[in-house]
Each structure stands twice: as structure tokens, then as C-alpha cells.
């Protein structure tokens, strides 16, 4: 019995350690297969990661490439009757520039340029006059044409610029510092009463002293280069209306600077409140 017993024991023993061992080697196995899945599962995720980098690669310079496309299509130049160019921008501030103006002033813009003109007109007269009354803007293929009634300028039968006139021609010379290439032409212009004094022999004498005081205030007090300018005297004999009555004579009595702008330098210069 107590052999029986021993034997039993030992059985017991030997069946546990058998057990035990094929617990382990499972065990073993297991471990071993979950190595080789995350071994696997490393390997496809570094792969992964390798494959997004090349689509966030190509996805950033698709991306740089539609700003760069988008960039050119809004630089992109329109000729107007091939005498100016205007990017799509430009063509922006235009359009919300012309919603400010006047309906009736746009009645009888039909081209592009016809609008061009408005909107600059509108631009420069809001951002120089302060009187509109007493200046007035035109346009001739972006040429702009800014005649400045003299009581803005002078006192009567002088070539002294007055006070008053600091205020528009350090805008006007702001518009000009703009652009480097511009040139400029100050015009003087007088009405048709002769004038003959010690001072000046005739209209012409008056009318050029009165385009060399602009030129030579916008050149010493506001920096415009003076090889962008030119001082022209026009007497009497270019009017914009009649010499019939006082009031006429008084429109006749200007000064005019005649200015050619690169339209978008033009159009940034005034982007302000404006626009």
C-alpha cells in the first residue's frame, strides 16, 4: 500500500512537470508570434509612414504650384487697345472703385479703358482735391490730365504759389515719387487779358513763371527728381472755354501736370479709404 502510494506520488510529479512544460513551450510560441507581429506590424508601419511623407510631399508642391498658378492668373496682364496693361487685382480695385461712382458718370464708359479712366479720375480726385470744384481730372490712355484752377495755386497777377497750394501738390507729389519712370509736365495757363508789366512783358512770361514755381516747389520741398520734369508756359492761347465772361476767364487761369502712371502702382498708391 505505502508503495502503491510512492508510486502514485511520483506519477504525479512527472504528469505536472509535463504539463508545465508544454504550458511553457506554448508560452514560448506565443511570445515568439507576437514578436513577429509586431516585428511585422514595425515594419508596415514605417512603410506606411514612408508613403504618407511622399504624399504630404506631393500634396505640399501640388499646393505650391496652384499659389504659384494663382498668383500669375492674379498678376496676369490685360492690354487695354495696346496702351496699358492691368493685372487681375487691379482690375479688383476697379471694380470696387466704379461701385462708389456716380451712375451717371459710368453712362457713357463702354470699353475698358472708358472705365479705366473713370476710376482713376474718381481715385485721384479723392485722394488730391480737397475742393473738387476747383480741380479737374481727365484721362487720355492712362495719360492723366489734372488742371488746377489758380486759386488753389497763386494770388491773382502772381507766380508766388500761395499757402493753399502746399496741401495738393505734396499729393500730386506723392502720386509722382510713385513711380520712378514717370515724367511729368507742368503746363502753365492763363486767360485772355493781356498783362504787361515790369515783372512780365506778356501771358507767356506769366504762364511760364507760374509752371517753373510749381516745378520748382515740387522738386526742393517734395523730392521730385527734376530730370522726371518739365516746366512749360502755354500763354493764353490753349482755353477750355471762352474768354467771354469772368467766370470763364477764371477756368482758363490753371495750371496743368500732365502725368503717365504704371496703372497698378497707380491703384496700390491709392488703396486706401477710397477703395
Known amino acids: 500500500m505505502k508503495r502503491l502510494s510512492i508510486i502514485a506520488v511520483v506519477s504525479l510529479v512527472v504528469f505536472s512537470s509535463c504539463v508545465s512544460k508544454k504550458k511553457y513551450v506554448a508560452l514560448e510560441s506565443d511570445l515568439n508570434d507576437t ?5 511585422k506590424t514595425q515594419v508596415e508601419k514605417e512603410d506606411l509612414e514612408s508613403k504618407m511623407a511622399k504624399i504630404e510631399a506631393r500634396v505640399a508642391d501640388y ?15 490685360t492690354s487695354v487697345n495696346d496702351v496699358a496693361v492691368m493685372s487681375n487685382n ?66 491773382s497777377g502772381s507766380y508766388q504759389l500761395s499757402s493753399k497750394a502746399n496741401t495738393i501738390l505734396q499729393k500730386i ?35 511760364v513763371k507760374r509752371a517753373t514755381s510749381v516745378v520748382r516747389l515740387l522738386q526742393n520741398k517734395y523730392n521730385v527728381a527734376p530730370e522726371k520734369m518739365i516746366a512749360a508756359g502755354r500763354s493764353s492761347f ?17 495750371t496743368k501736370i500732365v502725368i503717365i502712371p504704371n496703372l497698378d502702382k497707380f491703384f496700390a498708391l491709392l488703396d486706401s479709404d477710397t477703395l
Open 90 to 155: 487691379t482690375k479688383g480695385k476697379m471694380r470696387k472703385t466704379l461701385s462708389k461712382v456716380d451712375p451717371a458718370l459710368l453712362a457713357n464708359a463702354t470699353t475698358l479703358e472708358d472705365s479705366i479712366n473713370v476710376a482713376i479720375s474718381y481715385n485721384l480726385k479723392k485722394s488730391i482735391a480737397d475742393d473738387e470744384d476747383d480741380v479737374n481730372i481727365n484721362i487720355d490712355k492712362t495719360v492723366v490730365m489734372i488742371n488746377i484752377s489758380d486759386k488753389l495755386l497763386f494770388n
Open 173 to 207: 507729389a506723392e502720386v509722382i515719387n510713385s513711380e520712378p519712370s514717370m515724367e511729368v509736365m507742368v503746363e502753365g495757363h492763363t486767360d485772355a487779358k493781356t498783362i504787361n508789366t515790369p515783372m512780365f512783358q506778356d501771358n507767356w512770361d506769366l504762364s
Open 63 to 77: 499646393n505650391e504650384k496652384i499659389n504659384s498658378l494663382k498668383e500669375i492668373n492674379d498678376n496676369q496682364l
Open 35 to 39: 514578436k513577429s507581429r509586431l516585428t
Open 238 to 254: 490753349m482755353p477750355l472755354v471762352e474768354n467771354d465772361s469772368k467766370e470763364n476767364r477764371s477756368k482758363n487761369r490753371r
